[in-house]
Nanobody, 115 residues
Framework: QVQLVESGGGLVQPGGSLRLSCVAS????????MGWYRQAPGKERELVSA???????DSADSVKGRFTISRDNAKNTMYLQMNGLKPEDTAVYYC?????????WGQGTQVTVSS
């Protein structure tokens, strides 16, 4: 069973930066898309950024120009570089990998933006 483990969350002041990492315990075959989601208290989980198998990326309007998704296939790792963080970015961030046969989720990492 492949496991996804996120890291890099924490407490940061408004305007600060964080880099989230998501490492897969082993290689995942036939990946369709990889993405980062977030869920704030009392709100539904939402897609933040995604990257397709051919490298195309897309992001929610609320984070465009501030967040960048990337991946390192050799390291089975996906990243989310978050700059210009705002209090409204506070949430638990989850990584997700969709293959042809399975939908994998990490356990989540807390990001808190506060002064």
């Amino acid at each position: 069973q492949v496991q996804l483990v996120e890291s890099g969350g924490g407490l940061v002041q408004p305007g600060g930066s964080l880099r989230l990492s998501c490492v897969a315990s082993s290689r995942i075959f036939s990946i369709q898309t990889m993405g980062w989601y977030r869920q704030a208290p009392g709100k539904e989980r939402e897609l933040v950024s995604a990257i397709s198998s051919d490298g195309n990326t897309d992001s929610a309007d609320s984070v465009k120009g501030r967040f960048t998704i990337s991946r390192d296939n050799a390291k089975n790792t996906m990243y989310l570089q978050m700059n210009g963080l705002k209090p409204e970015d506070t949430a638990v961030y989850y990584c997700n990998v969709k293959s042809l046969w399975h939908d994998y989720w990490g356990q989540g990492t807390q990001v808190t933006v506060s002064s």
